[in-house]
């Protein structure tokens, strides 16, 4: 089918309270996320290429825990210098994981701001870090998630996350957005590359910025309809479920699909 040129009113998302406080929560802080890995930007670090190759065997580990109570969102705030992140879902009322490290040992703090629950994890070392999450999955609640150097891996399907801000120098991001709910992200790969996957029956809209390269997004098909700020789905407007990516720098390339 070909694809569809023309230009739209941009309708926008239906937002609730919650996701307001999430917007404005993940505006604040953004700032001092790109900060953090501009501030690390001289540090002579790996490339992407090598992060694979990093061997965990002799790395200390920490566990992490933070109890939610049950109508209680949940704030996760990652910075990683060199590694992995996987954050993914389970079915406890619980944040959960481990962090495994090489060098220096992470910054990790818990504890409740603004009556809402957050993890905090910053990095200490670029000796290498590995930061396994499992998420409530029955809370909403948001992601904060910056890294140098890294392969940064979300699994939302099952969860109700309701944003997200994931920036990285050079990294290989994936996302798989929530099934049940609607969700915005932010997303910068740096000279990396940004793959996702949204729901089969999701209003998908992307919004890329002046640092995005369209010309390297591949889309699952040629459905979509272009107006002034990117691409949206032809039913957004009227998708019970709607998802939106705001798209920057990503040299490797974008890709999105369904499952």
């Known amino acids: 089918m ?30 001092a996320l790109v900060l ?10 790996p490339s992407l290429a090598d992060v ?10 920490t566990p992490v825990n933070q109890q939610i109570e049950a109508t209680q969102s949940v704030v996760l705030s990652a910075g990683l210098s060199l590694g992995t ?17 090489l060098g220096a040992e992470p910054d990790i703090r818990s504890g409740m701001n ?3 629950p957050y993890l905090a994890i910053e990095s200490r070392s670029n000796k290498g870090e590995k930061y396994e999450i499992h998420l409530p999955a029955n809370h909403t609640g948001s992601l904060q998630v910056g890294a140098q ?3 940064l891996s979300f699994d939302l399907s099952q969860t109700r996350i309701a944003s997200a801000n994931i920036i990285a120098g050079d990294g ?20 990396g590359k940004i793959s996702l996957k949204i729901p089969q029956d999701a209003g998908i809209k992307l919004v890329y910025t002046e640092q995005a390269d369209p010309s390297k997004f591949k889309l699952d098909n040629d459905n979509y309809v272009q107006d002034e700020n990117g691409f949206h789905s032809a039913d957004f ?3 019970g479920i709607q998802t939106v990516f705001k798209i920057g720098k990503s040299d490797g390339g974008f890709e999105l699909a369904r499952y």
Not at 38 to 44: D, F, G, I, P
């Open 52 to 61: 694979k190759t990093i061997d965990y065997s002799q790395a200390k580990n």
């Open 36 to 45: 953090w890995i501009y501030q690390r930007s001289s540090n002579n670090l």
């Open 237 to 239: 407007d009227s998708a």
């Open 2 to 31: 070909p694809k569809i040129m023309q230009f739209t009113k941009f309708v926008p998302l239906k937002l609730t309270k919650l996701h307001v406080f999430f917007l404005l929560l993940i505006s604040i802080l953004i700032i």
């Open 149 to 151: 150097v890294g392969e």
């Open 172 to 191: 290989a991001i994936s996302v798989i957005s929530p099934k049940f709910s609607s969700f915005i992200a932010n997303l910068q790969a740096g000279s």
């Open 114 to 116: 603004n009556d809402v």
């Open 85 to 101: 992140v996987i954050v993914d879902s389970n079915p406890s009322s619980s944040i959960t994981g481990n962090v495994s490290y």
